[in-house]
């Protein structure tokens, strides 16, 4: 029914808007669909095949769904991005910040023992001078 070229079924079904907004998942903005604008143009209803009326609508439920794939497929895409950045900066943090830190810490509680026993053995010192004197 659809090859018969008697029938003109061009520019039938339109898509005349779509209104996207961004939202944003775990701090990634990704578009998303708010409205969809299709506009069907006017037609004989006597003058086209019965089959015409299911057409249209089947063409608007193909061009919403086409919509939705395109945008569904850019939301992965941006997915993919934020995934990319998100394991790079758990990459630098469990390899690099992470074991850095933890010898800094070290390095620190060596410094704060030692200042401690340093602490400890001039109050002895600065005791026993005490006792000599008196």
Do not use: C
């Not at 779509?18 to 708010?34: A, R």
């Not at 850019?74 to 950045?85: D, T």
């Amino acid at each position: 029914m659809l090859s018969n070229d008697s029938i003109n079924l061009k520019g039938l079904v339109k898509v005349t808007g779509v209104d996207l907004v961004q939202e944003n998942v775990m701090g990634t903005w990704l578009p998303k669909i708010n409205q969809i604008q299709i506009e069907v143009d006017n037609y004989a209803l006597l003058g086209k095949p019965f089959w015409v009326d299911r057409l249209v609508e089947l063409l608007r439920v193909t061009l919403e769904a086409e919509i939705k794939l395109q945008v569904g497929q850019q939301r992965v895409k941006l997915l993919h991005q934020a995934e990319r950045v998100i394991t790079q900066r758990f990459n630098l943090f469990d390899k690099v910040l992470i074991p850095q830190t933890k010898a800094n810490i070290k390095k620190i509680q060596i410094y704060l023992a030692d200042a401690e026993r340093a602490g400890v053995v001039n109050s002895k010192l600065a005791k026993r001078k005490k006792e000599q004197a008196g």
